[in-house]
């Protein structure tokens, strides 16, 4: 065995250019199809994390998942909001241990700015029921305080102490800016690894503050009321996107789930983020399994490649084959030889796709947590069992294609090979 190890091995490195190339290509779509598990497995776990500790989600009426993406990951846009007395209702349900508002709408420099109350710090937990905590500074305290994600700062160079200027719109792009009623940062998060990193956190007074001399969506010609005489006026929202909920109990969960649902003063909604997260990936799991489809036939269009060549160059090694069958090679032997090539070629291409897949996470992962909120790597170096799967399939879809050409070989005869002229 240790003679048939060699031999491939030299073999090989005789054929170092056209066995680099098959490498190559194996190992382009071994990390295609490594890469799209990874990524569909970090984004999983990147949503999971994202709120622990909350039993219920409640906001107006709509989509179980659309209420989930819009008031937790800062995906789309509401498209109404629940009213503050419905808001006071769900507080006042004696199941209700806390409840935390919020209210979604404007922006900072492409960030999303979200109103709520000092509780969020204190309730709102992430990962494994982590709590908020601040790397610099404190919660708000006062009308126009505001309290930064850690990315907001790393991307903005933020600092205790600054004023921003929130605009109005979720767009990226916006042309009215609440110029007149600047917030000074007194708070940057430590980093989570959450949509929280991209949030601007500013008080439920302040969100109503900054629209205190606007009406339907812009500001009242002629009138301005300056940040000092704010207070002067009830800020007391009319209205808020969606509230966190957490129970007493959670044996409580549905008691309270069914009263807003069946609250008849208007049409509210209450999930649950873990049941509503799994029903989101029941939606797009069917996509996530055609991109492994498409993926592992690109693994296969690969290996098609490495046999294809290999059988490509049987007839100019007829000479080689025959001389080793002459030096008394059984063809059980030539058979080995032939298939320890193109196992070894794809264990190789695995191996490199593999590092390309790690190489890709460390290079690409801080832009795509930037640009997306999501975390990749948070496994890096430790294979899921899908993962382990994945490759088991690719190694053996890389014996049997390496059956052929050891087969092809294994039917040369030694007359056959001496025939052929030089």
């Not at 704010?230 to 069914?258: C, E, H, I, M, Y």
């Amino acid at each position: 065995m240790t003679t048939i190890l060699h031999l491939t091995w030299r073999s090989l490195v005789n054929r170092r250019a056209t066995a680099s190339l098959v490498v190559v290509a194996i190992a382009l779509s071994v990390a295609l199809l490594l890469g799209i598990e990874r990524l569909r497995h970090d984004v999983r776990g990147s949503f999971a994390r994202t709120i622990s500790g909350t039993d219920l989600v409640v906001g107006a009426r709509s989509s179980p998942i659309e209420l989930l993406l819009y008031s937790v990951f800062r995906i789309g846009n509401p498209t109404s909001n629940m009213s503050w007395k419905g808001y006071q209702a769900v507080a006042g349900h004696r199941d209700v241990a806390w409840i935390v508002p919020v209210s979604l709408g404007d922006t900072h420099r492409g960030f999303r700015v979200m109103g709520t109350t000092a509780d969020y710090f204190v309730h709102f937990k992430y990962g494994r029921r982590q709590p908020l905590g601040f790397a610099e500074g404190k919660p708000f305290a006062e009308v126009f305080d505001a309290v930064i994600g850690a990315e907001v700062a790393r991307a903005l160079g933020y600092r205790l102490g600054q004023a921003i200027v929130v605009s109005h719109g979720a767009g990226e792009v916006n042309f009215m800016d609440h110029a007149d009623k600047p917030y000074t940062i007194v708070g940057i998060l430590k980093r989570t690894g959450t949509p929280v990193d991209h949030t601007v956190h500013i008080s439920l007074e302040g969100y109503e503050a900054m629209h205190v001399d606007w009406k339907g969506g812009a500001p009242i010609p002629g009138f301005s009321i300056p940040p000092d005489q704010v207070k002067k006026f009830d800020l007391t929202p009319k209205q808020v996107t969606a509230a966190f909920v957490g129970l007493k109990s959670r044996v409580a969960v549905f008691r309270v789930q069914r009263f807003v649902n069946e609250y008849l003063a208007e049409p509210l909604l209450a999930v649950l983020p873990g049941a509503t997260l799994q029903e989101m990936w029941r939606v797009i799991g069917l996509g996530e399994q055609a991109l492994l489809l498409v993926s592992g036939m690109v693994v296969l269009v690969g290996l098609a490649g490495m046999v294809a060549v290999v059988l490509a160059g049987l007839s100019a090694r007829r000479r080689e084959l025959a001389i080793l069958r002459a030096l008394g090679a059984r063809p059980a032997q030539i058979f080995l030889l032939l298939a320890a090539e193109s196992t070894l070629l794809t264990v190789f291409g695995l191996a490199l796709g593999s590092l390309l897949v790690v190489v890709a996470i460390v290079a690409g992962g801080p832009l795509v947590e930037t640009r997306f909120g999501i975390l990749l790597g948070l496994g890096l170096g430790l294979p899921t069992p899908a993962e382990w799967r994945l490759v088991g399939a690719v190694l053996l879809a890389g014996f049997l294609a390496s059956l052929l050409p050891g087969y092809n070989a294994y039917r040369r005869s030694l007359a056959d090979g001496m025939m052929v002229r030089m």
